[in-house]
């Protein structure tokens, strides 16, 4: 017994998802068809072709590979294929193939779908206000500043892995942290909180490559700060290739926070540049303008004026000052000051 509903009183929608249950027809005892495993190996096929993934991806050692003719026959196992049931055909067609590869090494139901507006960013947000950093800047902005899951597509390569927007006063955060391990959501979600709090100080402008390398920066003390870093197992390995990566680069940052690299996270502003090609074919990076510039020399005495003074000397030349974390912090305790916060 499949559904509790009679085939005659399904709509197209219900007939659908009823076609896409992992076991589609069952004939004399006998499984005929699976249209969604079918759907799955001819996505990761396209991915291999496409070269988002490698032959030597995770999820090959998992997938039995079949030789038939000059081409891969994938058999992906039935137990794989289940995680995959609450996908719509269209959005599995479309899916980005780091995402598919993770789901199918894991084999567990990802909530990319379901847990959209859930309690899990609002629990990240508690912990990283564990760190009193994190907590005093936070608590300038009103009103506060609501942060929900919502499809970005990929994270990885140009993908994004949150926004703010500040009309609509809102962060956004990738709906694909939603599949991997709780927490590590944690520094996209601090980055555009630095964000938030810039606007509330500047008002509108275009964020410049400063903003984006000190919004990081910021968003990795927080995390260390708050005793989130375990989270990411910077002394194991494993996982899928997702996993992977974004543990790679988490812990990179991690490492070159402590050590006060600065110059290493310029290499992640790139993400914010123009890439121009010069007149011997050679891509240049080309980094959007600065916009930050500091009018005046002298501190002013009014607290109000002085957040802004002290975050636009942080703003200024982010990756060179090595004043910029007491500027801004400078920056937020004016802040305080200014809305009469103790």
């Known amino acids: 017994m499949i559904s509790r509903y009679p085939l005659g009183t399904l709509n ?158 809102v962060i956004a955060v990738n709906n694909v942290f939603a599949c991997l391990p709780a927490g590590w959501e944690a520094p996209v979600l601090a980055h555009e909180f630095v964000h938030a709090y810039v606007q509330s100080i500047l008002g509108n402008h275009e964020p410049d490559i400063n903003e984006e390398i000190l919004s990081e920066i910021i968003a990795y003390r927080s995390v260390i700060e708050a005793g989130l870093t375990d989270l990411f197992h910077c002394r194991e390995t494993g996982g899928s290739s997702l996993v992977q990566s974004l543990q790679r680069d988490a812990c990179q940052k991690i490492r070159s926070y402590r050590r006060r690299q600065w110059r290493h996270f310029e290499r992640w502003g790139t993400e914010y540049s123009d890439v121009k090609t010069d007149q011997q074919g050679k891509s240049v990076i080309d980094f959007y303008p600065e916009s930050i510039h500091i009018a005046v020399n002298k501190t002013p005495a009014n607290p109000c004026d002085r957040a802004v003074f002290y975050l636009k000397n942080a703003l200024s030349d982010a990756v060179e000052n090595r004043n910029l974390l007491n500027n801004f912090l400078l920056s937020v305790r004016s802040r305080r000051e200014c809305l009469g916060l103790p």
């Open 12 to 169: 197209n929608k219900q007939m659908k998802a009823l076609l896409l249950l992992p076991v589609i027809l069952i004939c004399g005892g006998f499984l005929e068809a699976n249209p969604l495993k079918e759907i799955l190996e001819r996505r990761y096929e396209e991915c291999l072709g496409e070269r988002n993934l490698s032959e030597t991806t995770i999820s090959t050692l998992l997938i039995d590979q079949e030789p038939t003719d000059s081409d891969l026959h994938l058999n992906i196992p039935n137990a794989h294929v289940n995680a995959f049931a609450g996908f719509p055909p269209d959005d599995l067609e479309e899916l980005d193939c780091l995402v598919l590869d993770h789901i199918i090494v894991t084999a567990a139901a990802c909530p990319l779908l379901s847990e959209t507006n859930g309690p899990r960013l609002g629990n990240v947000v508690r912990q990283l206000k564990n760190g009193a950093f994190f907590a005093s800047m936070v608590e300038t902005l009103v009103p506060a500043v609501p942060h929900a899951f919502e499809g970005m597509g990929g994270i990885l390569a140009h993908g994004i892995g949150g926004t703010y927007s500040p009309g609509a006063n």
